[in-house]
């Protein structure tokens, strides 16, 4: 199967990753980490969350860091927007992209956004439709799209049924999310395969956590059924606080190692992403969840 030239690297590390680290982050410490981020090469980084600081305490300030962000350089500094409220903030903020979130899981939803897919769907229409007119890019998220820690296997109809909402409601990107890990190349075959149906796989990207030290090659089975849009976190930072045992994102270094390995241009500098991924293991005072980036650091030391 032919492989895309190109793929668009979405750097998630300083929102899904930062978002559970047990240890307070600046304001300053995240801006750093962007920029430097933005210095490897990303076009499109996560920089905050405007939800209410009780409830994801690490994202607050996200205003402040949207305003002293690097805005030189066209780089599309998404955002999640979870309720109208937020929405109106990052709108005030002029964050040029937001991301609205739900899941393929009725309770994997309840537990993570208080209300069912349904009421959240309704909630993000009208805020994408602003968005539209606003020019604002939108991405949606879609969680458990394999499998829910509460209710076991998401069927990929389900998942179709979702995207389809999203898609419909004008996003220009959606997410694919495989919230726990448990995802293989042939249920990733599977899931894309449905979810195909109904939205272009041009505006599909996938998001796959390494739990189960799958991610990898659930990234290649994806780029080779046409998926040109991989979410990944600098040094494997993440996990997620409704999924017990759910460990980080897949590691940005990672992927890079296996794109650059099979000559699909990123755009990103491994140089400088390792940069970025000493520096944020220093800040929260661990080595990188990335087995690329610990074999390449210790060359260097």
Not at 77 to 105: H, K
Not at 201 to 219: C, M, P, R, S, W
Request: glycine content about 10%.
């Amino acid at each position: 199967m032919s492989l895309p030239r190109k793929v668009k690297l979405v750097e998630v590390g300083p929102r899904d990753g930062l978002q559970n680290e047990p240890n307070a982050i600046t304001v300053e410490q995240r801006v750093k980490l962007i920029n430097m981020l933005g210095d490897a090469g990303f076009t499109t980084i996560e920089a905050g969350s405007f939800v209410s600081p009780k409830w994801v305490p690490r994202m607050a300030g996200s205003d402040e860091v949207l305003k002293n962000v690097d805005h030189s350089r066209g780089i599309s500094y998404c955002v999640l927007t979870p309720n109208q409220r937020g929405y109106e903030d990052a709108v005030a903020a002029s964050a040029n992209e937001i991301a609205v979130f739900t899941a393929a899981s009725e309770t994997f939803s309840k537990k993570n956004t208080n209300c069912s897919i349904a009421e959240g769907l309704a909630r993000f229409e009208p805020i994408c439709a602003d968005a539209k007119t606003r020019g604002i890019r939108i991405r949606g998220y879609i969680s458990c799209v394999i499998d829910c820690p509460y209710e076991g296997e998401v069927l990929p109809s389900q998942v179709e049924n979702v995207a389809r909402a999203l898609f419909d409601f004008g996003c220009d990107e959606i997410s694919l999310g495989d919230t726990i890990g448990t995802g293989t190349p042939q249920r990733v075959e599977a899931l894309l395969s449905c979810v195909g149906t109904s939205v272009p796989i041009e505006k599909l990207a996938v998001h796959f956590h390494d739990t189960y030290g799958q991610a990898v090659g659930n990234i290649l089975r994806s780029l080779q059924l046409g998926v040109s849009i991989v979410d990944s976190a600098v040094a494997g930072l993440g996990g997620c606080p409704y999924a017990k045992g759910a460990t980080g994102n897949v590691a940005s270094e990672d992927v890079l190692y296996l794109l650059d390995g099979l000559g699909i241009a990123s755009g990103i500098s491994m140089e400088k992403l390792l940069d970025a991924s000493e520096y944020i293991s220093g800040v929260v005072g661990r080595e990188p969840a990335s087995n690329a980036a610990r074999a390449l650091l210790s060359k260097r030391h």
